[in-house]
């Protein structure tokens, strides 16, 4: 069974442009959850899916979006990209919302803004 | 809201001896707890994890993890490390209503001496 699926595995931009990340979850898994990991602020909460409707949402500004898709694969999206965004974004999957579910990661995006 | 705190940012420890990192949460009542490892360019492996009962949880890879209520704490141990097991070790805390949300600790780095 192939596991959490993120790409590209690494990205460079610049400041202002706007990037998409994308991540398959394990098939059979209807939630998708999204982090960011930096070195100063650790792992964060961005967001999670279930059947395409936004379960919840982390402390973070509006240009960072997501959505998901009827197939279950997620995109996220920043907008204006600020230096501060430089960070590994790592995507989990879970065939339920419940914490009683297994989470399984992907091995992450490599963001870096210039 | 919940925080997680992993006192210890670095740890070095011979191969063969033992390893216990420790963690600290804060939250008005018991929440789910796991403990994640993550090796160099990776994503988060979970394991082991803690919801009810048994407050003693064992896990893979020999690691096993304790449930105080009374110290609030979630320490992890594995009685004999192997050089394989040098990585960085987060602790994370969830709630039901919160879906799959997580609040991680700052992560502690494990060094493993020959």
């Known amino acids: 069974k192939a596991g959490v699926t993120q790409t590209p595995r690494y990205l460079i931009k610049t400041r202002g442009q706007q990037v998409t990340l994308s991540c398959s979850p394990i098939s059979g898994h209807r939630s998708v959850s999204w982090y960011q990991q930096t070195p100063g602020q650790g792992l964060q909460f961005l967001f999670e899916?279930?059947?395409?409707?936004?379960?919840n949402k982390g402390n973070f500004p509006g240009r960072f979006s997501g959505r998901q898709f009827s197939n279950s694969r997620s995109e996220m999206n920043v907008s204006t990209l600020e230096l501060g965004d430089s960070a590994l974004y790592l995507c989990a999957s879970s065939p339920g919302t419940g914490l009683a579910e297994k989470l399984f990661f992907g091995s992450g995006t490599q963001l870096s803004v210039l | 809201a919940q925080s997680v705190t992993q006192p210890d940012i670095h740890i070095t420890v011979s191969e063969g001896a033992s390893l216990e990192l420790r963690c600290n949460y804060s939250?008005?009542?018991?929440?789910?707890l796991f403990w994640y490892v993550q090796s160099p360019g990776q994503g988060l492996q979970l394991l082991l994890k803690?919801?009810?009962?048994?407050?003693l949880v064992q896990g893979i890879k020999g690691f096993e993890a304790e449930f105080k209520r009374s110290q609030s704490s979630f320490n992890l141990r594995k009685p004999s490390v192997h050089w394989s097991d040098a990585a960085e070790y987060f602790c994370?805390?969830?709630?039901?209503?919160?879906?799959?949300?997580?609040?991680f600790g700052g992560g502690t780095r494990v060094l493993v001496k020959p």
């Open positions: 994370a805390v969830g709630i039901k209503a919160a879906g799959n949300k997580l609040t």
């Open positions: 803690y919801f009810s009962g048994d407050t």
């Open positions: 899916y279930f059947s395409e409707t936004q379960r």
């Open positions: 939250y008005g009542a018991t929440p789910y």
